[in-house]
């Protein structure tokens, strides 16, 4: 019993850190293909508008990806309505848009003050809430 947990655990948590390291790569590229990956040359300390609004679609897009999350895992219950799944979607469709256009509108690299890692991030998570959207509706449909 006590060697099944420790592999378990392992396990997740190898997945976990292979989540995080593509994660992380995804918001790379992200960067690279809006070419803002470079560091800026001067660092802005503290919150600036577009800071912000970054800051808010990724907070958008996390809550959607992790929702979208549970309606893949938990077929029945509360989020077994269709509702739930297209909110997911919706939520994931409005924080890519806004990461997107948050990387569109940036002139400078991270540091900047122009809020384009959490552009990135957003992108990338609301991209990821919406293909969980879409699985959940797609599971649903065909289970019921």
Do not use: D, Q
């Amino acid at each position: 019993m006590f060697v099944f947990t420790m592999k378990r655990t392992f396990l997740l948590s190898l997945a976990a850190l292979a989540g995080v390291t593509l994660f992380a790569g995804l918001v790379y590229t992200m960067l690279r293909v809006a070419h803002v990956s470079e560091p800026a040359v001067t660092t802005i300390h503290g919150p600036t508008l577009r800071r912000l609004w970054a800051t808010s679609a990724v907070g958008l897009a996390l809550a959607g990806a992790l929702l979208g999350s549970l309606a893949v895992s938990r077929p029945a219950g509360r989020f077994a309505t269709g509702n739930w799944r297209r909110g997911v979607m919706i939520a994931g469709v409005i924080a890519a848009i806004n990461g997107g256009l948050v990387l569109a509108a940036a002139n400078g690299g991270p540091g900047s003050g122009n809020g384009v890692v959490g552009g990135a991030a957003a992108l990338v998570l609301g991209l990821a809430a919406v293909v969980l959207g879409c699985l959940s509706l797609a599971r649903s449909r065909t289970a019921g």
